[in-house]
């Protein structure tokens, strides 16, 4: 659409993380615009049982203000507000999953997620979004899960990905892909 080469930059946020507490996170202020506290929703997921096995989706929509302001990026921000919806689905044995000798469960899903166009395409504020869809799961090892390309790759660049943290600091922020991209890249010159 915009018939010109552009600079791939990678999402590679950090893992979201969060304790696990009787009730689910606050949701981030976005720019001071959720002035209100939010009620507290008890953390009890949405399983569904059906025969063998347990279901769980969970829909998180999103509308905030955008980290890259318009007037300063111009080809990059898709406007000053931006409006996300990801949906995942779980799937595991729900037999499994009342077996207290077992430290983590194999599981299947999917994940996908509508958002504005990603910032280093340079489309601006152009009609449309992207769509992602995924696969997700486990297995025995991470091979079962992706290419072997894909690893290695991950594996060079994104070593972060490959051990988890030791430590937990709740107070550690958790940045959208469009606030480390802010953080990260400088505004593309304008287009002759």
Do not use: C
Not at 118 to 131: E, K, V
Request: cysteine-free; charged content about 20%; aromatic content about 12%.
């Amino acid at each position: 659409m915009t018939n010109e080469d552009v600079k791939v930059v990678h999402i590679a946020n950090d893992p979201f993380n969060y304790v696990i507490e009787d009730y689910f996170p606050q949701p981030p202020k976005f720019g001071n615009l959720n002035q209100e506290e939010p009620p507290k929703i008890p953390f009890i997921l949405p399983w569904q049982q059906h025969g063998d096995r347990l279901d769980m989706e969970i829909h998180i929509n999103l509308f905030y203000p955008n980290a890259l302001n318009p007037k300063k990026w111009v080809r990059e921000s898709a406007g000053p507000m931006v409006q996300i919806s990801e949906a995942f689905a779980y799937h595991i044995d729900a037999t499994k999953m009342q077996d207290s000798n077992l430290t983590t469960l194999p599981f299947s899903g999917t994940w996908n997620r509508i958002t504005p166009w990603l910032p280093w395409m340079l489309m601006g504020q152009t009609p449309g979004h992207m769509i992602y869809a995924a696969f997700m799961g486990s297995g025995e090892d991470l091979e079962q899960v992706h290419s072997r390309q894909v690893l290695d790759y991950v594996e060079k660049h994104y070593p972060k990905y490959f051990t988890a943290p030791e430590t937990y600091d709740p107070k550690t922020p958790s940045l959208s892909s469009l606030e480390l991209y802010s953080l990260e890249q400088e505004p593309a010159p304008k287009k002759e």
